[in-house]
T-cell receptor, first 112, second 111 residues
Framework: AQSVTQLDSQVPVFEEAPVELRCNYS??????LFWYVQYPNQGLQLLLK??????LVESINGFEAEFNKSQTSFHLRKPSVHISDTAEYFCAVYSGNTPLVFGKGTRLSVIA | EAGVTQSPTHLIKTRGQQATLRCSPI?????VYWYQQALGLGLQFLLWYDEGEERNRGNFPPRFSGRQFPNYSSELNVNALELEDSALYLC??????????FGDGTRLSIL
């Protein structure tokens, strides 16, 4: 069975500072990895995904994540955050023919 | 392309009543998933339907049930509502081995 650990439940950061949200997973089979973002009173939106190929994946709004198989990690990074990035971020793992397994989420608060 | 749509947006019930939540997937998606997001508990998997069949079920009591219709839309039914059922219920859809896309959820409040 897969599991996902998001090491930080809350991350406060000043505007224009860099941020890293950590995600580790465990699985005995090959996995697909995802980051979803949830803004207040909304559902989850897919931020980025790793299915295969390049281990560095990027989103359209400046976030990136790197799949590290040896460390079983998929940390999310952004070099300079904006107030509008304030949201909850969920890491998820999928191994085919199973539901997504989510981490408990990290609440990113960007401070002006 | 229309996204995943859920109805109603909000639902208020009292203990012991029954609730029905509805979900329309993205066109072409055959799988529908239901999740419960309760305060402080994160996202918990409830049910997965694909091609009209229940494929997997999370660790929830039998009073949580559902079905998927021939047009791939889905219904989640919760019987004998309890206070702890108050949560945001999220529906997601996908096609095979593709990422799940989520609706905005139904907020169920039990008084």
């Amino acid at each position: 069975a897969q599991s996902v650990t998001q090491l930080d439940s809350q991350v406060p950061v000043f505007e224009e500072a860099p941020v890293e949200l950590r995600c580790n997973y465990s699985s005995s089979v090959s996995v697909y990895l995802f980051w979803y973002v949830q803004y207040p009173n909304q559902g989850l939106q897919l931020l980025l995904k790793y299915l295969s190929g390049s281990t560095l994946v990027e989103s359209i709004n400046g976030f990136e994540a790197e799949f590290n198989k040896s460390q079983t990690s998929f940390h999310l990074r952004k070099p300079s955050v904006h107030i509008s990035d304030t949201a909850e971020y969920f890491c998820a793992v999928y191994s085919g023919n199973t539901p997504l397994v989510f981490g408990k989420g990290t609440r990113l608060s960007v401070i002006a | 392309e229309a996204g995943v749509t859920q109805s109603p947006t909000h639902l208020i019930k009292t203990r012991g009543q029954q609730a029905t939540l509805r979900c329309s997937p993205i066109s072409g998606h055959t799988s529908v998933y239901w999740y419960q997001q309760a305060l402080g508990l994160g996202l918990q998997f409830l049910l997965w339907y694909d091609e009209g069949e229940e494929r997997n079920r999370g660790n929830f009591p039998p009073r949580f049930s559902g079905r998927q219709f021939p047009n791939y839309s889905s219904e989640l039914n919760v019987n004998a509502l309890e206070l702890e059922d108050s949560a945001l219920y999220l529906c997601a859809s996908s096609s095979f081995n593709q990422p799940q896309h989520f609706g905005d959820g139904t907020r169920l409040s039990i008084l």
